[in-house]
């Protein structure tokens, strides 16, 4: 008979935008399924829902398909300029929860941005650390450097090309139709921790030194006693909703998938933008919502195993 184990989850998700090209369809969903794969086995032996996300999201930022590590699109100068951020809320033995976070903005020359911002969480006092200085301290961290140009993808290269070619609204239109946002993952495990990661190059067309909502602790990535959260789409309305930590709000009167549609409605909607976002709460249930024409998850839960959706929008549409 199979060893049961407590209640333990993850929900991951690979951006929300456009449905995509129907040639990546195939690997794309391979690449979601593989990182769920690499947090449920975490999960599943006990592991902690830190390490489960940040694996997740790890599988993701290696894979060329996903907009974040190796794969990232290109910024307006034609370089690579990554966001991540994790966050964990674990109980305490005196019953307290201990909420503990890090991102970096602007990274340029490290492969797992989501490992550097675990390593400004766990290594340093501090919450954000930025650009090259972030990238010495990852060397001090034991992360390796690589140069700048192995992370530009030959796929990302490309659309950056065909953008600078393109001078007319119907192109960009045609460049927003292939283009997937952020990656990120949260998780419960069986030890009560809740914890959330997200990871991306950005949005197609950001100036260079833009950064975005996933560097933003409340904005894209969230975690506390009640729930947490990552979220992908127009980092810039993300920002101005918090809406990582609206979300998690929510979940204290709502389902998690009620509190995601509500914050995409109510937050994202009005701003005349686009976004998506995965939730979990403490009792391991999951939800998501967006807002986009697609929004690709996958999710794994002790009770039920492990799928995949490529989901439809379920939240009002932008506004205005
Ligand atoms: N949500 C990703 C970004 O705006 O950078």
Redesign the pocket.
């Known amino acids: 008979m199979a060893k049961s184990i407590g209640t333990c989850a993850l929900i991951v998700h690979g951006g929300a935008g456009a449905i995509g090209p129907a040639n990546e369809r195939a690997n794309r969903k391979r690449g979601m399924l593989e990182a769920v794969r690499r947090g449920a086995a975490i999960l599943r032996r006990g592991g902690s829902a830190l390490d489960a996300v940040t694996a997740s999201v790890t599988a993701l930022e290696d894979d060329p398909l996903f907009n974040a590590g190796y794969g990232s699109l290109l910024n307006s100068e034609g370089a690579v300029e990554m966001?991540a951020s994790v966050m964990v809320a674990r109980p305490q033995a005196d019953g307290r929860i201990g909420l503990h976070a890090g991102a970096v903005a602007a990274i340029t020359r490290v492969k797992n941005p989501v490992l550097l911002a675990r390593a400004v969480m766990e290594k340093t006092g501090h919450l954000l650390m930025a650009g090259p200085a972030a990238e010495r301290f990852a060397r001090k961290a034991g992360i390796p450097l690589c140069r700048a140009e192995d992370l530009i993808s030959e796929r990302a290269r490309e659309r950056w090309r065909a953008r600078m070619q393109r001078e007319n609204r119907a192109n960009l239109v045609a460049e927003r139709a292939q283009a997937h946002?952020?990656v990120g993952a949260v998780a419960l495990d069986v030890h009560g921790q809740l914890a959330a990661a997200t990871s991306?190059g950005?949005?197609p067309g950001?100036m260079a030194g833009r950064v975005?909502?996933?560097a933003l602790i409340g904005a894209?990535v969230y975690a506390d006693a009640v729930g947490a959260a990552s979220?992908?789409?127009?980092?810039?309305a993300?920002i101005m909703s918090a809406l990582c930590r609206e979300a998690v709000r929510l979940l204290g009167r709502s389902t998690p998938t009620r509190a995601a549609q509500l914050a995409i409605t109510r937050l994202i909607a009005p701003q005349g933008a686009e976004a998506g976002i995965v939730l979990i709460d403490t009792g391991g249930r999951i939800g998501y919502a967006h807002n986009a024409d697609s929004m690709e998850v996958g999710t794994f839960h002790s009770a039920k195993g492990i799928s995949h959706r490529r989901a439809a929008p379920n939240a009002a549409k932008p506004r205005g």
């Open positions: 966001d946002g952020t991306t950005g949005v950001k975005g909502d996933s894209g979220a992908t789409g127009h980092g810039e993300i």
